[in-house]
């Protein structure tokens, strides 16, 4: 839930009173006057968005430099000029350096859609010769342009659709393929991790950096200069922004490809059959354990996107390299059951086996939360047949911590009549006794005499113990012959 901020106008129409002020007239001397004393007084009973704040400065400046009264050095008007449009970009920008290892000015200003020359102008501002007055009045009447278009137009049409103007998030699955390429050749041959270290760390770094401008790419998405976090229970900030990045992290992960192997073989231990081969852990787990140490929320994201995907009725998420070379017939794919199977194995291993602490109740948590998401999606029904691979998991996480057996037990009952029956140990026993007794001591088939007649077919007939009921024996009159197991005889 988004909680309640301060802003400092009562209602929207002082903010529009303000914006038209601003704009309406760039040759109206007088209403830019209101508009700076209004927002100065603003400024002196609460604290302005940094979009007001820097409106203010520019404004200020620009009423001076066009005010015959003004300040007679331009030196000052410059200098004016430079400190307003300085603040503006880094205002903008430095609140959105948010991931481990530091992005660009360029970048990050990109993704907001700011005209590039600002931030040149603001390192020559910075670090060069000052630009000229005729250059510093472009680039306030281009800021200018910049925050009517991205801050009052959005603030005051909140529920109109955002202006198409940043590049869009750059994709991952390069820079996954990259990784997992280096990852390969080190887990076969050791020898080359020497050689290969200094570019997996980089290309764990550039992965970071994709986290951090995802997280600028849901800022951007918002429409607005002013977000605010989620307060969850305990009274800790989760950042909303993080949370979308990694739901957009974990999606390209669970593409096949990713997490889960193109080659079915591979997406099956051999040793453990609900557990990643050792192979596919190898590759992955240094990846999964660098992003859990910088974001601690990765590990609770994964599992819900994880079991998103086994509850969702679409098809299994495929790479977009993949599905040019899947033939599709009405836009229709038939979900892969090995592919389910997989990621619900990651799923139980991130639960029971990939420890981000040693503490034992964090891993119960998890556990808990992932029951509660697959009872939630599964419902009283127990799911479909397209849903066996959740309803697996919830067992397995139920069978390893017995205290959420009672809650599934009762909220997701057994399947009503009629329904495709579940195979059981029972099952297994039952069907292990009627072979016993087909193969048991004293049944002959090589030389039993034929039936003479259609009622010796039938249970009981002839000699020797009787046959379970739709079987009867066949000789050599029948023109059966002996030959190996799925060898056809003509």
């Not at 570019?199 to 986290?211: A, G, K, N, P, S």
């Not at 034992?360 to 029951?371: F, K, P, R, Y």
Request: with cysteine; net charge negative.
């Amino acid at each position: 839930m988004r909680l309640p901020r301060r802003v400092p106008w009562s209602s929207l129409a002082e903010l529009d009173e303000v914006c038209s002020w601003i704009y309406t007239d760039e040759t109206d001397l007088d209403t830019k006057i209101l508009a700076v004393q209004r927002l100065s007084a603003w400024k002196a009973i609460t604290t302005l968005p940094h979009a007001l704040d820097s409106t203010l400065s520019l404004l200020t400046v620009i009423v001076q430099d066009s005010s015959r009264e003004g300040l007679s050095s331009h030196m000052l008007i410059r200098q004016a000029y430079a400190v307003a449009l300085i603040r503006l970009v880094n205002g903008l920008v430095d609140p959105l350096q948010l991931g481990a290892y530091a992005r660009s000015i360029a970048s990050i200003a990109a993704q907001l859609g700011l005209p590039q020359w600002l931030v040149e102008l603001r390192h020559a501002a910075t670090h060069e010769d000052l630009p000229s007055l005729d250059v510093l009045r472009e680039a306030a009447r281009e800021a200018m342009a910049w925050l009517l278009q991205n801050y009052f137009n959005p603030a005051l049409s909140p529920s109109a659709p955002p202006r198409k103007q940043t590049p869009p998030l750059r994709p991952l699955q390069p820079l996954l393929a990259q990784y997992k390429m280096l990852l390969k050749s080190t887990t076969r041959d050791a020898s080359l991790r020497s050689q290969y270290k200094a570019e997996i760390t980089q290309i764990l770094r550039d992965i970071e950096r994709w986290v951090a401008e995802a997280k600028v790419a849901a800022d951007v998405s918002a429409a607005t200069l002013e977000w605010d976090d989620i307060e969850v229970e305990d009274g800790e900030q989760q950042d909303s922004r993080e949370r979308w990045a990694l739901e957009k992290l974990c999606d390209t992960l669970l593409e096949k490809g990713g997490l889960v192997p193109l080659s079915k073989k591979k997406r099956v231990g051999s040793t453990n059959p609900f557990q990643p081969s050792n192979s596919v852990l190898a590759i992955w787990t240094p990846l999964l354990s660098h992003l859990q140490a910088l974001h601690p929320d990765l590990q609770s994201v994964l599992i819900s996107r994880i079991i998103t995907s086994l509850l969702s009725d679409s098809d299994a998420t495929v790479s977009s390299a993949e599905m040019d070379t899947i033939p599709l017939a009405a836009n229709e794919r038939k979900r892969d059951a090995s592919y389910h199977m997989c990621v619900a194995s990651w799923a139980h291993w991130l639960v029971t086996s990939f420890r981000a602490s040693t503490a034992d109740a964090e891993d119960e948590t998890l556990a808990e939360e992932a029951a509660a998401g697959l009872i939630t999606g599964l419902g009283p029904s127990g799911g479909t047949s397209d849903t066996k691979a959740a309803r697996y998991l919830l067992d397995t996480l139920c069978k390893k911590y017995p205290a959420l057996q009672a809650t599934a037990s009762v909220l997701l009952p057994a399947p009503a009549p009629g329904s495709t029956p579940r195979w059981s140990e029972q099952d297994l026993e039952t069907m292990a006794g009627r072979l016993d007794a087909l193969i048991a001591p004293g049944l002959d088939t090589t030389s039993a005499p034929a039936p003479s007649s259609a009622a010796e077919h039938s249970l009981g007939a002839g000699e020797g113990p009787a046959l379970p009921p739709g079987w009867r024996v066949l000789t050599v009159r029948d023109g059966w012959k002996p030959a190996p197991i799925g060898v056809h005889v003509g």
